[in-house]
C-alpha cells in the first residue's frame, strides 16, 4: 500500500523522557514535513525537508529534532519532553512543485504525563 | 472509521465564475469539518471551520449531516484562490487526530 506511515500511534510518556516518532513514505515525494495539531485542531508547521535537507524550521524548542536518513524517512526526536508538548503530531509528504497535494499520515497522540 | 473524500483533483474555473469544492465525509460520531488551503509556495493554513459559521475570503461551507457532505463555495472566482484545498475532519470532542481528504487543486483562469 503507497502511503504516508507513522508510529507509534499512540505515545503516553512521563516528564523528562526522550522519545521518537517515525515517519516513512512510500510515494517517491522528495519533501517531508511535521505538523502538531493544537488543542483548537490548529495544524502548525514545525520543520521541512527536501531531500534530506532542512528548507522549514519554525520557532519550535530545540528539543525537538528531526532526522532525515533519507528522503523515504523523517523522525521526530523529542528530548526532555514536557506536558505542555501533548499533542497530535502530523507527517506529511509532498513532491516538491508549487501544487503537489500534501499526503498526511494518519496522526501519533503524544501524552506526556 | 473516519473518511472524507475529495472527489476533484482538479478543478478549474473562469475568473468571476462561482466554485464548489466538494467534501464527503463517513463518521458516526460528532464531526467537525475544517478547510485548509495551501497557496503556492506557502504554509498550509486554515481557511475555516464548521462551528465558527465564518466567512473567510469570500468562502463558506455549510455541514450537511443529511448529506454528509461540508463543500467549500465562493460565488465569484478570482485568479489568488488558485491553490490546494484539503477538506478535514474530527470529533467535536476532544483532541482526536484530523483526517484529510486528498486534497483539490482550484486552478482560476483569468
Known amino acids: 500500500d503507497t502511503a504516508v506511515s507513522q508510529t507509534p500511534k499512540y505515545l503516553v510518556t512521563q516528564m523528562g523522557n526522550d522519545k521518537s516518532i517515525k515517519c516513512e513514505q512510500n510515494l517517491g515525494h522528495d519533501t517531508m514535513y511535521w505538523y502538531k495539531q493544537d488543542s483548537k485542531k490548529f495544524l502548525k508547521i514545525m520543520f521541512s525537508y527536501n531531500n534530506k535537507e532542512l528548507i522549514i524550521n519554525e520557532t519550535v524548542p530545540n528539543r525537538f529534532s528531526p532526522k532525515s536518513p533519507d528522503k523515504a524517512h523523517l523522525n521526530l526526536h523529542i528530548n526532555s519532553l514536557e506536558l505542555g508538548d501533548s499533542a497530535v503530531y502530523f507527517c506529511?509528504?509532498?513532491?516538491?512543485?508549487?501544487?503537489?497535494?500534501?499526503?498526511f499520515g494518519n496522526g501519533t497522540r503524544l501524552t506526556v504525563t | 472509521a473516519q473518511r472524507v473524500t475529495q472527489p476533484e483533483k482538479l478543478l478549474s474555473v473562469f475568473k468571476g465564475a462561482p466554485v464548489e469544492l466538494k467534501c464527503n465525509y463517513s463518521y458516526s460520531g460528532s464531526p467537525e469539518l475544517f478547510w485548509y488551503v495551501q497557496y503556492s509556495r506557502q504554509r498550509l493554513q486554515l481557511l475555516l471551520r464548521?462551528?465558527s459559521r465564518e466567512s473567510i475570503k469570500g468562502f463558506t461551507a455549510d455541514l450537511n449531516k443529511g448529506e454528509t457532505s461540508f463543500h467549500l463555495k465562493k460565488p465569484f472566482a478570482q485568479e489568488e484562490d488558485s491553490a490546494m484545498y484539503y477538506c478535514?475532519?474530527?470529533?467535536?470532542?476532544?483532541?482526536?487526530?484530523?483526517?484529510f481528504g486528498k486534497g483539490t487543486r482550484l486552478s482560476v483562469i483569468a
Open positions: 506529511a509528504s509532498s513532491h516538491r512543485g508549487s501544487y503537489s497535494p500534501l499526503h
Open positions: 478535514a475532519l474530527s470529533d467535536l470532542s476532544g483532541n482526536t487526530p484530523l483526517v
Open positions: 464548521h462551528i
